[in-house]
């Protein structure tokens, strides 16, 4: 059984930066899919970021040049540094593992971080 623990939400003014972590418990083929969704009260959960298993990465369009996904392997971590956050950054965020090699289903989830972006 994997468990993925989530850490470094908070609250912060807009333009400020925060680094969340998510720690993967079991064992994670680096071959997986790994990701960031979020989800905002009364919206859709979207996904915000991916490294898929060959190590490229994508990004939704509204943080392209803002945010930055990582793993590191040797610690079963994954990463997601957010810079010049805005107001609509806002929600709760997830990180999530796949073994499906598109990344388009996912098989372990966290419990989530909230990330409050005041203006």
């Known amino acids: 059984q994997v468990q993925m623990v989530e850490s470094g939400g908070g609250s912060v003014q807009a333009g400020g930066s925060l680094r969340l972590s998510c720690e993967a418990y079991?064992?994670?083929?680096?071959?997986?899919?790994t990701g960031w969704f979020r989800q905002a009260p009364g919206k859709e959960r979207e996904a915000v970021a991916v490294?898929?298993?060959?190590?490229?990465?994508s990004y939704t369009n509204p943080v392209k040049g803002r945010f930055t996904i990582s793993k590191d392997n040797a610690k079963n971590t994954l990463y997601l540094q957010m810079n010049s956050l805005k107001p609509e950054d806002t929600a709760m965020y997830y990180c999530?593992?796949?073994?499906?090699?598109?990344?388009?289903?996912?098989?372990?989830w966290g419990q989530g971080t909230q990330v409050t972006v005041s203006s």
């Open positions: 079991g064992y994670i083929p680096s071959s997986l899919c």
């Open positions: 999530a593992a796949g073994y499906n090699f598109r990344c388009s289903s996912w098989d372990y």
């Open positions: 490294i898929g298993g060959d190590g490229s990465t």
